[in-house]
């Protein structure tokens, strides 16, 4: 059991130290990144609600604004 367990992290260790060629590299960090900036701006479920989020930021200034008390009511004011 130990000589599998050292040969499996002979293994790993040789993919560790495998070089990866700097194409790849930079390929695989621009989409990464294009990836992480563009995903959370579309029109899909999960991404950032942009329609409802200056509404959000009035009423939650609202709420700053009175003390404390909930200005949900008074949204439609604006």
Do not use: H, W
Not at 5 to 15: H, L
Not at 36 to 62: S, Y
Request: charged share 25%; glycine share 6%.
């Amino acid at each position: 059991m130990l000589l599998a367990f050292a040969d499996i992290t002979g293994a790993c260790e040789r993919i560790r130290n495998t070089p990866i060629p700097f194409s790849y590299r930079a390929y695989v960090k621009y989409f990464v990144l294009r990836d992480a900036l563009v995903t959370p701006f579309g029109t899909d479920r999960n991404d950032f609600p942009l329609d409802e989020l200056p509404d959000r930021i009035v009423c939650d200034t609202r709420v700053l604004l009175t003390g404390g008390t909930d200005a949900t009511a008074s949204q439609d004011d604006a």
